[in-house]
């Protein structure tokens, strides 16, 4: 049984840091899709970064989010270090498993294994 459980989140202020980590346990085959997701309130969850574990391969959803964001993973741990941070980029980030073979498709309804998430909130 796959279990992902997050950490790492918290209030900080607009510029700040964050590094969110996802520790994974049970069997995940390095060639489907690993990731991050995030919620806002009232919206739907979206995708912010990708990654390929077979080749380290990344993506990164949405303008600019490959200059302040860094999706990267070593032996069981998922990690997402987030820089510059704005008030768009609170909600709860949901690490996820479990994706299309190869990262072909990137959408939340294509992963398989969730974590139950954590609050990042960035105020002015």
């Known amino acids: 049984q796959v279990k992902l459980v997050e950490s790492g989140g918290d209030s900080v202020q607009v510029g700040g840091f964050l590094r969110l980590r996802c520790v994974v346990s049970g069997y995940i085959n390095n060639r489907d899709c690993m990731g991050w997701f995030r919620q806002a309130p009232g919206m739907q969850r979206e995708g912010v970064a990708h990654?390929?574990?077979?080749?380290?391969?990344t993506w990164y959803d949405g303008a600019g989010m490959e200059e302040r964001f860094t999706i990267s993973r070593s032996g069981d741990t998922l990690t997402l270090k987030m820089t510059d941070l704005r008030p768009e980029d609170t909600g709860v980030y949901y690490c996820a498993a479990g994706g299309s073979y190869y990262c072909s498709k990137r959408r939340a309804a294509d992963f398989t294994h969730w974590g139950q998430g954590t609050q990042v909130t960035v105020s002015s």
């Open positions: 990654i390929l574990p077979a080749t380290a391969a």
